[in-house]
């Protein structure tokens, strides 16, 4: 006589706390999983482009027009976003001191602001909206459409022909920005403070000068990152859908890199800035 077949028991069968147990450890594990997929797809990602690098006569070119639409393109948003910073940190700064304190010190904390933070951070944060979401969309819709697997027919490395390009004209443009956007908001804070709060130019400049280093230009210059856009876009699937959902995928990553990586620099770097 045949023995029946034992019906495994679902989740559901489970008492409530047990099955809400399993459900949590089902979600702690599905997200480690998911987490250290998604390093080691990076890393290969990271491979790749290593590699892509041994095809210059494929990426060049390319490498020169997206120099001038990462770079260029983002001249006027860039001197914008740094020319109210830099105001209002004048402003803010004047109104908050309190009488018989040097106004020099308007000076100093305009350049601390800006340089050192303010100035790389919001500058990050403002092109990886801008550029990161059309290199994104733009990668992500070749993908969808099976541009890139036309590539691959044609015997072209689809990352040395997409995805270095962008990584070497980023690499280039956004420390040229970062210096662009330093110099146009403390330019902006002297006019500010001379003008508006009747500072003279004499005590910001002073100010400006106190403890000055060009270690502190060096640290202005290590807080961007847009390399995880190309990432997302290369890996968007699922049509125009996957393509809105790689968007925005890139841009929060992107952003919360940038965060994440401006507080790493600060904590290893600042000792040496103070010293």
Known sequence: MTQPTPVSRGTETFPVVQRTSIRFFRKVSRFWVGLFRDVGLR???FRDIARGFGDPATYIPETIRQMKTMGVDSVPLTVIVAAFIGGVIALQTRYQLLPGVQLSIIG???RLMIVLE???LLTGLV???RVGGRMTAEIGTMRVTEQIDALETLAYDPVAFLVVPRFLAGTIMLPTLVILADAVGLASAYFVSVRITHVTPQDFI????????AFQVFYSLL???MLVCSYEGYITEAGAEGVGRSTARAVVIGSVTILVLDALTATVLGPLLQS
């Open 43 to 45: 890393t290969y990602f």
């Open 108 to 110: 100093l904390a305009s």
């Open 118 to 120: 303010l100035g790389p």
């Open 127 to 129: 092109l990886t909206g």
């Open 206 to 213: 002073a100010g400006l000068r106190l403890g000055f280093a």
């Open 223 to 225: 807080k961007a990152t």
